[in-house]
């Protein structure tokens, strides 16, 4: 059974809430089991216990956060043993053009240097889901369906 890593930095709340949404849409793809956690929460021994790895946070000055950089330079330690596993990434911004497509390509960056695969999004936001402020409907649908997609991805791997 294929296991998810949902994981998120989250000041205000808004990330915390979006992270929640995946959480639901990857829960409800059958043979999935998801764990949520806080990134000051994940240890670097759930990234190579997970097939999927997304990870969240706010936009700052359009990157990611210190606290997920922290994790994303920590990862090092397993370079090459990522290889092969699902990676996303979600944003929350106080602004339309906040930076949001770049904090996720940041994190997406970082995935990729590890070999990770990353799942492209037809309809809505194409690099992974985006807020401004708090998630409204659009980004709640959004985040459910991102969550939904990737657990398909990886249980369709997994056979």
């Given at each position: 059974?294929?296991?998810?890593?949902?994981?998120?930095?989250?000041?205000?709340?808004?990330?915390?809430?979006?992270?929640?949404?995946?959480?639901?849409?990857?829960?409800?793809?059958?043979?999935?089991?998801?764990?949520?956690?806080?990134?000051?929460?994940?240890?670097?021994?759930?990234?190579?216990?997970?097939?999927?790895?997304?990870?969240?946070?706010?936009?700052?000055?359009?990157?990611?956060?210190?606290?997920?950089?922290?994790l994303?330079?920590?990862?090092?330690?397993?370079?090459?043993?990522?290889?092969g596993k699902?990676?996303?990434?979600?944003?929350?911004?106080?602004?339309?053009?906040?930076?949001?497509?770049?904090?996720?390509?940041?994190?997406?960056?970082?995935?990729?240097?590890?070999?990770?695969?990353?799942?492209?999004?037809?309809?809505?936001?194409?690099?992974?889901?985006?807020?401004?402020?708090?998630?409204?409907?659009?980004?709640?649908?959004?985040?459910?369906?991102?969550?939904?997609?990737?657990?398909?991805?990886?249980?369709?791997?997994?056979?």
């Open positions: 059974m294929p296991k998810a890593l949902i994981t998120y930095y989250s000041r205000s709340g808004n990330t915390k809430k979006m992270a929640g949404h995946i959480k639901e849409g990857i829960s409800s793809v059958e043979n999935m089991e998801v764990a949520l956690k806080k990134i000051s929460e994940t240890a670097l021994d759930d990234l190579l216990s997970s097939d999927v790895i997304i990870i969240g946070c706010p936009t700052y000055f359009g990157v990611m956060t210190a606290e997920v950089k922290e994303m330079d920590k990862s090092v330690k397993y370079f090459g043993k990522l290889n699902i990676g996303g990434a979600f944003t929350s911004s106080g602004a339309i053009a906040g930076g949001n497509e770049t904090t996720i390509l940041s994190i997406l960056q970082g995935f990729l240097i590890h070999g990770m695969i990353i799942q492209g999004v037809q309809k809505g936001g194409h690099y992974g889901p985006v807020a401004v402020g708090a998630p409204d409907e659009a980004a709640k649908k959004e985040c459910i369906n991102y969550g939904k997609l990737l657990g398909q991805l990886a249980v369709k791997m997994s056979k």
